[in-house]
């Protein structure tokens, strides 16, 4: 019974690769990516604080990140990480600092692709 309420509450987004070609069926690769995470979960106990585990977890999301979409990491956070610090606008700069859009106007940071499949049509998706 839990399992039939839980697919009628999300059936839309249980549902939303049959209405979009290119979402894939499964989380497979995404899974596959973050199993480098799961091999370093005991070293997240000494992250220090509460703080410093989401801290981590966007660290890694935005390595996977890159990683999907082919992008050097070195040089993204090379580029980007100055601009945060110096502050910025979130409704301006910010669409512009993420890694699709970053590697869209850096192509040359691109790298050879890895034994991933590669996410290539951000530009695509609807809203």
């Known amino acids: ?4 309420r839980y697919i009628l509450r999300h059936y839309e987004a249980i549902t939303r690769y049959l209405t979009d070609g290119r979402i894939p069926i499964d989380n497979g690769l995404v899974e596959r ?7 370093v979960r005991k070293n997240a106990l000494f992250v220090g604080s509460h703080d410093g585990g989401r801290r981590m977890a966007v660290i ?6 890159c990683e999907l979409i082919g992008l050097n ?3 993204y956070l090379a580029d980007i990480l100055p601009r945060l610090a110096r502050g910025i606008s979130v409704v301006e700069d ?5 890694p699709a859009a970053w590697l869209a106007a850096h192509p040359a940071d691109a790298v050879p692709p890895l034994n991933v499949q590669r996410v290539s049509q951000f530009n695509d998706w609807p809203e």
């Open 60 to 65: 890694f999301s935005i390595l996977t990140t």
């Open 73 to 75: 990491p070195e040089a």
């Open 94 to 98: 910010l669409p512009a600092l993420t």
């Open 1 to 4: 019974m839990r399992a039939a």
């Open 33 to 39: 990516l973050f199993r480098r995470v799961a091999t």
